[in-house]
């Protein structure tokens, strides 16, 4: 079975700390696919990254980066300097290569204090 | 860009009502999903289309049913709408033969059920 945790629920931090956001995924597949999208309170998805699990590579887009590491089955997202447009419920997110099915975590709620 | 858009972005229904809800994508994307999101517990699949008049059950679809008759349109019925069926609905899309696609969202629509 495929699952996806988030356990982090809700984090609050000052403008222009840097945050991470963990995500720990279980499966039997050995091709599969991560996502990070971004909730903002408008309500609408924004994919942000796909991770196919051949790829560990970690990756840097400005002030995201992500760190993908199958030993510990994880998929970590840092916001480095935050601020406050970062407010959001952050989703991560598993598909398998065979029907694209997608399972999301529970999500983080991120707050960010000027 | 991307667009999937879902026609109401507001509905408060009736208890016993039936209840449409309408998505379409100009992608020209075969898969199409519902979501339905709920605080605490993320977003759960309810049902999920590959072609035209295609769909699957997803991982709660008791009390819903779909409709795929257009490549571009996925539409969500709830038969007889009950006040456990208040929430938030997703529609999303994603392209063609299964393979880690990344799926798009629409920006959702949120229902009462009084």
């Known amino acids: 079975a495929q699952k996806v945790t988030q356990a982090q629920t809700e984090i609050s931090v000052v403008e222009k700390e840097d945050v991470t956001l963990d995500c720990v995924y279980e499966t039997r597949d050995t091709t599969y696919y991560l996502f990070w999208y971004k909730q903002p309170p408008s309500g609408e998805l924004v994919f942000l990254i796909r991770r196919n699990s051949f790829d560990e590579q970690n990756e840097i887009s400005g002030r995201y980066s992500w760190n993908f590491q199958k030993s510990t089955s994880s998929f970590n997202f840092t916001i480095t300097a935050s601020q406050v447009v970062d407010s959001a419920v952050y989703f991560c997110a598993l598909s398998r290569r065979r029907d694209d099915k997608i399972i999301f975590g529970k999500g983080t709620r991120l707050h960010i204090l000027p | 860009d991307v667009k999937v858009t879902q026609s109401s972005r507001y509905l408060v229904k009736r208890t016993g009502e039936k209840v449409f809800l309408e998505c379409v994508q100009d992608?020209?994307?075969?898969?199409m999903f519902w979501y339905r999101q709920d605080p605490g517990l993320g977003l759960r699949l309810i049902y999920f289309s590959y072609d035209v008049k295609m769909k699957e059950k997803g991982d709660i679809p008791e009390g819903y049913s779909v409709s795929r008759e257009k490549k571009e349109r996925f539409s969500l019925i709830l038969e007889s709408a009950s006040t456990n069926q208040t929430s938030m609905y997703l529609c999303?899309?994603?392209?063609?033969?299964?393979?880690?696609?990344?799926?798009?969202f629409g920006e959702g629509s949120w229902l009462t059920v009084v």
């Open positions: 992608m020209d994307h075969e898969n």
């Open positions: 999303a899309s994603s392209l063609g033969i299964p393979s880690g696609n990344t799926i798009y």
